[in-house]
């Protein structure tokens, strides 16, 4: 299976970056092909509502950046998992511009391969996931129709406790 990990923390070595490669690890070993793309070292900025994408534009976005790498890994990902720190009750800034600009490629429908989703979450205090768990479940479950394959959160810093788990679901999929 081919995955696709959006991380949304700019902090390397932070929590959701380890979260990431204890999940890439697991996924590689059992044969799956990870593609980790660090959102926030792309230059990518948000939705312009121009309509150029559903108009002449014809699934391009008329913006050129670093979302365009993104939009190919799009095409050819089985699984995508939105990987973020809880920022003021929700995903960092920077993958909430990257999940905007998905409006090219997965409005009205979504990219022809993909059909399921995962979310990794790091905050500070516990339950603080409602927001991003809201747009989990209205964006990628709802409206894209994907297979719920599971929301994986660690808090106040402790994500030894998790990373075992990541790495057995990642061993998992295939
Ligand atoms: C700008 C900012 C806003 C934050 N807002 C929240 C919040 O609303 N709730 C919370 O529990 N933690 C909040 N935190 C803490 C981070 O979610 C927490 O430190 C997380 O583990 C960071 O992930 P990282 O290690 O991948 O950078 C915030 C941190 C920053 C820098």
Do not use: W
Not at 141 to 154: K, N, Q, S
Not at 158 to 174: K, M, N, P, Q, W
């Amino acid at each position: 299976m081919r995955i696709l990990v959006l991380n949304g923390s700019p902090r390397p070595g932070g929590c959701t970056s380890r979260m990431v490669e204890a999940f890439r690890g697991g996924a590689e070993a059992a044969g799956n092909q990870v593609d980790v793309v660090e959102v926030c070292r792309r230059n990518i900025h948000g939705c312009l509502a121009c309509e150029h994408c559903h108009g002449r534009g014809g699934g391009e976005c008329a913006q050129k950046d670093g979302m365009g790498e993104i939009y190919a890994m799009l095409k050819q990902a089985d699984m995508l998992v939105i990987a973020s720190p809880i920022y003021y009750h929700g995903i960092s800034g920077q993958l909430k511009c990257a999940i905007d600009r998905f409006y090219a490629v997965a409005y009205p429908s979504r990219p022809e391969r993909l059909r399921k989703v995962a979310m990794f979450l790091s905050s500070g205090d516990p339950d603080m996931y409602d927001g991003a768990l809201f747009s989990f479940k209205g964006d990628f479950l709802d409206y894209l129709g994907l297979e719920d394959m599971g929301v994986f959160t660690v808090h106040g810093g402790d994500v030894e406790a998790c990373l075992g788990e990541l790495r057995e679901f990642g061993g998992g999929l295939s």
